[in-house]
């Protein structure tokens, strides 16, 4: 069976399964690695314009798609033998070869049938983008089908991906937009944010440019962000800056935004797209295809009543099957009077909440109960979070309870996921907020959920979803709870036990530790809880540069620890500390705290992790400023306490392969410093560590340069500038260009010494580094000579 003959063959598998066909990234996928089973994700990105990552995700989603369809487990490296098994397995047992269903002009299982009579609104925005057209605000009251339209247009403009920002309901969860680019530029674009929100717009902005693929931009409920005059909300002014990257006349993207206001932004271009309620006719066709037996003039006056309103349809459509069996006349012989005097549709809604509170309590309690997840960082919610939430319910019942919802269209359900309507989500929140009791349990419960949904760390969307048992905490001003969900030590492919802070930060996503943590951390009485939150911050922040903040963390959470005896957070404090005064170039306080560190982790087994990171440090330190031999004799100790020690986590290590590295340079062992840089550099690159890899390669710059091979040296310091200046580590960055400005000063190139000097002297001023400047001031006396 060749590539395409098995293309079509599983796209059909899929689609008499699920009544859609593979999309073109999938089909991209299976094509290739049909042809070669080792192909790599990142080999067919190359060479078809998508990144890396993305692709990865679409594959995770397509091996679990095929699992369901063939009935067994598939994988990338098993999928080829179970389609040809499973093809064989059919044609052995006479199975009519199934035929192929796209060239089929009626297709009923593709139709969606809650949606109807948009077909000119597609065809308008469709007009409306080749015009040119870069952000378009589609405006109107809520329910009239603004999200659903959105949606359709980007599939059926077939784009490879659609970035997603679905805006909170609520003011005070909105989430800070840095966070949103932040996770956009890693999530889909393989791209490192800036610390500075301007850098990583920019390179937001430099990816939709550079992009030869469609992208879609999808931002739903932007009301929320916005004051009563159409502005943006004074804390929330940088959305500002984002919709003026995404207007950009350059950029190959298209920003589709959902909003009941208009936005009144004079400085950003966005073209207003009014959204009307639907017509009679297309009422008519959805009420057919749900069999309900139609009256031209009952419907006509409801479309009126409602303003062709498409979430009141749905929800009409609901009552009638439900509560009248489908007999339209009794419906509206008994709703008729009601339905004319309240016409709005969050009406409409409360009336259906409040019916339903009469005649199925549990369904009630459920769909208020739901009103508490967020649906932004992660949309919907699986079907274990909708049970969860029914503890009082006997599980037989469960289901039945949660059908009764999808019957009355109160709750939107695709693919085993689950989320509520804004308009409802808005009734059911502000319902269940009445009651103190219930809305502090079933946060607690959607917490709990939150919490065992994610066994280990693998992703972004591993560690968000884990986040949002903070969120449900911090609802109900449970803010130690909230803190342990930051602390929590989760399995990840980095090492067992880290917190989730670490995580994020691992991650890249270092805006979000700041947000959470800031956010709770005057709130948190627990001591224990606040020294590890002050810690994470405090790392935080030296990351990227901001060493007098993390170096003040550290101090809170000293202070905090002399009234307790916890030896473990004690030493981390003082290595963390001395790592500060390391990139301060404060050599002396550094050194007594590796020393303390070291003391401490001789007197407790359980510490030896510890003991190998300061190792490695000393002898770093002493291989410049003491003594040679103790610094061999260190990193020797380090190296091998490392390789014995089970508490090294994978980020440990590859920071310590870096320092090892440069404490053999400095020893003159440049082979064996060239070996510690290759396990570095392969190490970063097998755990997506960027920074590590970044600084693994300005010390290979540094070996080159030992070994008077210039012209590779000044490559491999530009490589590494270039990665450090993409991720914002400063204090990196800056000793990167001091390095530079050695090797052209070797070489006798002043001026390009000069200028790589005066950057790393801009930078070490930046982080209030004076020692550190005075080194690179020392190194430029050469030029007055």
């Not at 999808?218 to 919709?243: M, S």
């Not at 208009?262 to 950003?268: F, I």
């Not at 760390?457 to 968000?464: E, F, G, M, V, Y």
Request: with cysteine; glycine share 6%; aromatic share 10%.
């Amino acid at each position: 069976m060749g590539a395409e003959e098995a293309l079509e063959f599983v796209d059909n598998l899929v689609f008499l399964k699920t009544g859609e066909h593979l999309d073109k990234a999938q089909r991209i996928i299976l094509r290739h690695l049909w042809e070669d089973e080792k192909r790599t994700y990142q080999d067919i990105a190359n060479s078809r314009g998508y990144t890396e990552a993305h692709l990865k995700s679409v594959g995770a989603e397509l091996w679990h798609l095929l699992s369901k369809v063939l009935g067994v487990k598939v994988s990338k490296s098993t999928f080829q033998g179970v389609v040809q098994g499973f093809r064989t397995s059919q044609e052995s047992q006479k199975i009519p070869y199934i035929p192929n269903l796209a060239t089929h002009s009626t297709r009923s299982q593709d139709l969606d049938s809650n949606f109807v009579g948009r077909a000119r609104q597609i065809a308008e925005l469709h007009t409306l983008v080749s015009r040119g057209e870069k952000v378009i605000l589609i405006q109107g009251e809520g329910g009239v089908g603004k999200t659903t339209l959105a949606r359709k247009y980007f599939k059926s403009q077939k784009f490879n991906f659609v970035l997603e920002l679905w805006m909170a309901t609520e003011i005070q969860n909105l989430t800070p937009v840095e966070s949103v680019v932040e996770e956009w530029l890693r999530r889909y674009f393989n791209e490192e944010p800036g610390c500075d929100f301007g850098i990583s717009l920019e390179r937001l902005r430099r990816k939709l440019r550079e992009q030869t693929f469609k992208i879609g931009v999808f931002i739903d409920n932007l009301e929320t962000a916005l004051d009563k005059n159409g502005k943006f909300l004074e804390y929330r002014r940088p959305y500002v800056e984002l919709l003026r990257v995404l207007a950009d006349t350059d950029v190959h993207s298209v920003t589709l935004v959902t909003s009941r206001e208009r936005l009144r932004e004079s400085s950003v271009e966005v073209h207003l797209y009014p959204l009307e309620g639907l017509d009679d006719e297309a009422w008519q066709q959805f009420f057919s295809r749900h069999h309900i037996n139609c009256d031209s003039t009952i419907l006509s006056e409801m479309c009126r009543a409602y303003g062709g309103n498409a979430k009141a349809m749905q929800i009409l459509r609901g009552a009638i099957l439900t509560d009248f069996s489908g007999d339209i006349h009794a419906y509206w012989q008994e709703n008729c009077t009601d339905l004319l005097i309240e016409r709005e549709l969050k009406n409409l809604v409360a009336s259906q909440f409040t019916r339903l509170q009469e005649n199925d309590l549990e369904a009630y309690s459920l769909l208020c109960r739901l009103g508490c997840y967020r649906y932004q960082d992660i949309p919907s919610v699986p079907i274990e979070g909708v049970l969860c939430l029914l503890w009082d319910v006997p599980e037989q019942q469960c289901r039945q309870v949660i059908k009764a919802l999808q019957d009355l269209s109160l709750i939107e359900a695709k693919k085993g996921q689950y989320w509520l309507h804004p308009v409802i989500r808005d009734e059911a929140i502000s319902r269940l907020r009445l009651v103190s009791e219930e809305w502090e349990l079933v946060n607690q419960k959607a917490a709990e959920f939150w919490t065992r949904q994610v066994a280990a760390i693998k992703n972004i969307t591993d560690a968000l979803t884990a986040l949002e048992a903070y969120y449900h905490y911090v609802e109900i001003n449970d803010f130690e709870q909230a803190g342990d969900v930051i602390l929590q030590g989760r399995g990840n492919k980095w090492g067992t036990g880290l917190p989730l802070g670490s995580c994020f930060y691992q991650l890249g996503l270092l805006q979000k530790n700041f947000s959470v943590i800031k956010r709770i951390i005057d709130d948190v009485k627990s001591k224990k809880r606040l020294i590890k939150l002050y810690i994470i911050l405090g790392y935080t922040y030296r990351i990227i540069g901001y060493i007098r903040e993390a170096i003040e963390c550290y101090e809170k959470s000293g202070k905090i620890l002399d009234e307790l005896d916890e030896k473990l957070t004690k030493i981390s404090i003082l290595f963390n500390t001395g790592l500060c005064k390391l990139e301060l170039w404060d050599i002396k306080a550094a050194e007594d705290c590796f020393n303390a560190v070291c003391g401490l982790a001789e007197a407790n087994s359980n510490l030896d992790d510890y003991m190998a990171y300061a190792q490695c440090c000393l002898a770093l330190i002493k291989s410049r400023f003491g003594s040679r031999k103790d610094a061999f004799y260190l990193a020797e100790d380090a190296f091998y306490t490392m390789s014995l020690s089970s508490r090294v986590t994978l980020w440990g290590m590859g920071h310590s392969l870096v320092t090892l590295c440069l404490t053999y340079k400095n020893l003159g062992n440049l082979k064996k410093s060239f070996k510690f840089c290759q396990r570095a550099i392969f190490h970063a690159e097998e755990n997506n560590f960027t920074q590590i890899k970044a600084k693994a390669i300005s010390c290979l710059a540094e070996i080159f340069r030992e070994q008077s091979e210039f012209t590779i040296a000044i490559f491999h310091h530009s490589e590494a500038i270039e990665i450090l200046d993409k991720i914002g580590a400063k204090s990196d960055l800056a000793e990167a260009y001091y390095q530079l400005g050695l090797t052209h000063k070797i070489r006798g190139e002043i001026d390009q010494s000069r200028e790589s000097f005066v950057q790393a002297i801009a930078l070490f001023n930046e982080m209030q580094a004076p020692r550190q400047v005075e080194k690179v001031q020392t190194a430029m006396e050469y030029f007055e000579k």
